[in-house]
């Protein structure tokens, strides 16, 4: 099996900076794509940033140019870093990784179990 474990969420205020972590441990070959998604109460779960494998990146318009997304590969972890952040941004924070998984080397989606991440004005 595998596990994704989240850490780095808080309460800050706005302007302020956060940056979130995401390890993959367990039975894994190899990780595609990894992401960040996050969902605010009462709105359903959007993309913030993927990243591929090779490093290739994509960002939700709303935090283009604030937030970061990054990998290391030796470690099976991505991370976020969050700047400049709005309460437009408090939402639960979830990481998902494609997995590809022996012995058959599929490829599996996993999601943490989500991170607060909370900004006051």
């Known amino acids: 099996q595998v596990q994704l474990v989240e850490s780095g969420g808080g309460l800050v205020q706005a302007g302020e900076s956060l940056r979130l972590s995401c390890a993959a441990s367990?039975?894994?070959?190899?990780?595609?794509?990894m992401g960040w998604r996050r969902q605010a109460p009462g709105k359903q779960r959007e993309l913030v940033a993927v990243i591929t494998s090779k490093g290739s990146t994509n960002y939700a318009d709303s935090v283009k140019g604030r937030f970061t997304i990054s990998r290391d590969n030796a470690k099976n972890t991505v991370y976020l870093q969050m700047n400049s952040l709005k309460p437009e941004d408090t939402a639960v924070y979830f990481c998902?990784?494609?997995?590809?998984?022996?012995?058959?080397?599929?490829?599996?989606?996993?999601w943490g179990q989500g991170t607060q991440v909370t900004v006051s004005s």
């Open positions: 367990g039975s894994i070959f190899s990780i595609n794509a």
């Open positions: 998902n990784a494609e997995i590809v998984q022996p012995p058959l080397f599929r490829e599996y989606d996993y």
